[in-house]
């Protein structure tokens, strides 16, 4: 009787890091630590590259996937960050991936999170869905799901504290006012904008929360707030 051959692996276990992670309050501004473990199915058997080093996937994708996610934005959920690393991962010759990521400073022992995504899986849902439309609030709407960039409400600004946090304060403010007159929702994590674009819904946009944990640091201002937003949907 056949059986089906359990394919060659490599893995990353119990790699620690201090991340700053959590979508509380209490979690801001701060680390606290972070272990990740990752199991890579290969595309081939290992038998298949010989012992020619050039052609054996290496162990670094498995931590540099890690620290891309971790360099790229902060997360709110281990789910988020889980499923970013996952599709680095995927991004190489491999069949599937497994990521558990657990938080060891909560209680006595570890809390966490658990994903499997198969390489197939991960094509079909990029060919499901396109990002969705950026849109400034002066544009014209698409006939598709889009994020609405609003304008500042042209308020005066307050003459003391940080301007550019003030000034996405204000397109927060801009946000809300805007979603009441068009009769839409408002969101503020990409989480949010993905899940309307799978139902062909258009959103309003309130930025502060997705700039704040950038690694970038975009300026905040409604035409390049758009086309970061577009750079961040489309995967750049």
Known sequence: MDTERTPDRIHLRDHLLEVEVGAFAGERGRTQRLMFSL?????????????DVDRVLSYDLLVGAVAGALAARRFDTLEALAEDVAARVL????????????KLDLVPGRLGFSLERRAGELAAAKAQGA?????????????????????????????????????LLALDQGAWAL??????????????????AAKGRAVV????????????????????????????LSGN
């Open 39 to 51: 199991e890579a199915d290969l595309a081939q058997p290992a038998a298949a590259t010989g012992d």
């Open 91 to 102: 991004a190489q010759p491999v069949a599937a991936v497994r990521v558990t990521v657990e």
């Open 131 to 167: 990002a969705p439309a950026v849109v400034r609030a002066s544009e014209a709407m698409p006939d598709r799901a889009a994020v609405i960039v609003p304008d500042a409400p042209g308020l005066p600004l307050p003459e003391t504290g940080d301007p550019a946090q003030l000034r």
């Open 179 to 196: 979603a009441a007159r068009l009769g839409l929702p408002v969101a503020d994590s990409r989480t949010e904008i993905e899940a309307a």
């Open 205 to 232: 946009w309130a930025p502060a929360r997705m700039v704040r944990a950038a690694a970038d640091d975009p300026e905040p201002d409604p035409e390049r707030l758009a086309a970061w937003l577009r750079g961040c």
